[in-house]
């Protein structure tokens, strides 16, 4: 009895420090239709700023508290939304996610750059451990006491706020039709920063108040999947309900306490399982959710604009990239080799994110947890030799590709008759899962029946070796990269293929209308789960690939933020195009990579290199920074690129001039007059300086609106907007 | 024989009544008006046929079959298609790809009745009269044309019925006479039951056989064009009381 009362009093504690991170994510997303994955990371920055003031500069308590909560968090909030939220208003769905995840990682890269990660940190409970008094003749800390309380309050105040006030009756009018709340004299844009404001601050609230619950030490990635985890709750309450949300909040503390006193000590895999439970919980409240209404294209319609190649032009854009990988080759040294590898091993994956997300309107947040699947089935069932001469075979591979699909199908089933949002949801619940349970799973259990030792995960680290097909083996790494490269370009070709086959077209429709592909008899569900479990297949490939040109691969190389990164950095290149997704995989695999550890080597080489670290703390910045700019340009960075080199076309003898130029400096390379790196700035210079150039010496190519591309022009939305207005105008009942 | 049997759909949004023991049927061979001041629920009753809606109570029967519980997909397969009133085409296709892909749909439904698509597309282009601009994206074209895309694309599913909401609004007046005349031609070629959601009195009273009147949720009228002409319920509702 004793014991369950102090276990059901921890829950109840954890679960209202949930409870108030989950009601800031239903307030943003109630009144602006953005789902913020940031309130993690939020929550982590407050956490850490309340430690700085607290025990890093020895304020008293209540400033730093009132320091955080009233000032710097709201702060934030209004300064997201003001320049980077209302910004996003009508682009896809994994537009708005993806710009939230960038300021995640932004965040996160932040904390890192302000508080080194390798000094230990930690926060005490307010008034100190020693601060308890007896209830029920359990000892309760203040700071529990306090953290029921906060949740208490909040859950009342909220719900007063949305159903008693003028205020919180027109947040909630906000995003359904802000253009008619306006008309009816309310100020959407005010109330969608305050929300904003104080969704920050409740994310504040809960960090601080978590932080010394669950040990008190300060880690950047904990703490932010800590908060996540609170999404769980807010999925109770299907984003709407504070009530509900906070019901779900509580179940979940009890939950996680519960488990962790009543599952016996023998199941080793109860302490994973208890920091999984959040995502379990998100998954089974996924699949319980009532149907969505199928949208339209009214409410679809966005800025994004993607065209299709032709398959001929996609086939010599491919032996282009072959060409100039082969040329690579000769002049790289076997670690810079390695690193491109990794890269393009990385648009592998991005592709089953253009194919998934690009032409189905379909969003997957951990494309490299299914690699993760696909490795360990890889390494459990389809390697052969051992020791230097161990390789993978390619039914081990086709196994592991096979194996990951249907998990794939599997994780989408239950989220299929669902919105983009919850089948994204489902796929970070499924990573954080993977990370949690699957390769946490080290340590060797005892099969009952069999008695087999096994682990899925042995030891934490896994040694893949290269792949062998036949007389193709991919221990060199040139082999290795020349393969890769060819498997980038097989699949893109495919996947451009498939895009202009009438499957292709199906999606396309689905992704445009769901509610007319239906009507004209689609089965929406069977069509996403088939190109669910094709994109999957295709991470799986990556994955495999990536794990083993890592040669030595552990938890670090799965865990979701490595996935969100790629999804964010994709979408930045283009999710629509498969030359996106290699952009994308190059600058999540090689390129900050190679920026970061310039600078850092910069740093320590030249000495006093204070600048050096900056800017390699900069780079590591950068890509949110990219990826928040999604804003202004959410058809990603390929497109734009290409209709600023389109007009050169007219221009030929520049773009030839820039290929001679190109091919001299390589030549320059080649022949060790010139280091690699001056190449790299040479290729960069030629690809700034050709439009310039081409503008000067062929103005006219720029100028003619005949020869303008057609990606460029505005869809005419405008006659369908003024129908609709002169409908509700002229059919007024008399 | 109705091709559309709709009886006692009722549907509510939160506490507003906006369907009442809604009852009409959709005879083969002909065009059905289904008219009435805005905000009478036309659009409701189409997204609750089509099953986009669920109703809180009433039966949908699609050619003798209850469809009450079937998704959208299942109704397409027994014959049903629909246009939009908003303009739900697919932004991303060209003309010919948005009827395109309609047929393509049409093809995964099994063996039996396969269409021949690219030659059925060109077909159902040249019928409709959209061959100036078939090679277009679908948002460059004026609404009045779009909606003709629509109603092009419906057609490829090879219907027993076909709901239009609104077609010929946006349209001039020489489209919407062509466009009676397609209407008629469909009927009496294909043999198509047509339900016609439309403001444009002209091509009601013209092109349907039989009327019904919707008005605050409820049919306060059904028969044939003079009949409707004349109903003092429907002058009332549309003019007021008097």
Redesign the interface.
Known sequence: MHLLLTYTILGLVTGAVYGIAASGLVLTYTTSGIFNFAQGAMAMLAAFTYWQFRYGWNWPAPLALFTVLVVLAPLLGIFLYVFIMRGIRQTADVTKIVVTIGIMLGLIALAQWIWNPGVPRTDQLFFGNAAKFKFLGVYVTDHEAIALGCGVLIAVGIRLLFTSTRTGVAMRAVVDNPALLQLNGGRPERLAAFSWALGAALAALAGILITPISGGTLDVHVLTLLVLDSIAAAMFGRLRSIWLTFAGAIVLGLASTYVLGYFPESWEWASNFRIALPMIVLFVVLIVLPQD??R???LL?TRE??TVPTIRSAVTWGAILLVVVLALEQVMDSSDMGSLTVGIIYGIIALSLTLLTGYAGEINLAPVSFGAIATIIVFHLGLSGSGLTQRITLWGLILGIAVTAIVGGLIALPALRLRGLYLALATLAFGVFVSDMIIADIAPHVLPIFHLHYSIFPDGTLQIPALKIGPLDLSSSKTFLTTSTCIFVLIGIGLIALRRS?YG??L??M???P??????????IKLKLSVFMISAAIAGLGGVLLSSALVSVSDTTYIIFISLALVMLTVVGGIGNVAGALMGGILAGTAFQALTSTFTNLSTDRGGGGFWNVLANLSLVAPALIGVSLGRNPSGAVPQIVSSYRPLWQAKGVLLLGVMAEIVAYLLVLTKVMGNWWLVLATALIAIALPAVGRLVAPEAFLDPVKAPPAQQQ???T??AV??VV??VA???? | MPVLEVSGVCVAFGGAQVLTEVSLTVAERGVTGLIGPNGAGKTTLFNVVSGLLAPKSGRVIIDGHDVTKAGPSRRARRGLSRTYQRLELFTSLTVRDNIKVAGEIRNTWGRRGRIDVGAETDHVIELVGLGDVADREVSELPTGRARVVEVARALMTQPKVLLLDEPASGQTEQETEAFGLLLRQLVDERGLAICLVEHDVGLVMGTCEHIHVLDYGEVIASGTPDQIKDDPAVISAYLGAP
């Open positions: 209404r199928l339209g294209a009214t319609r604009r993607f009438n077209r199906r396309t429709a992704k445009d209308s509610a007319a592909a239906a009507t004209l008899g689609q089965n929406l869809p005419a939305t006659p369908v129908d609709i409908e509700s059919d007024a009942r008399p």
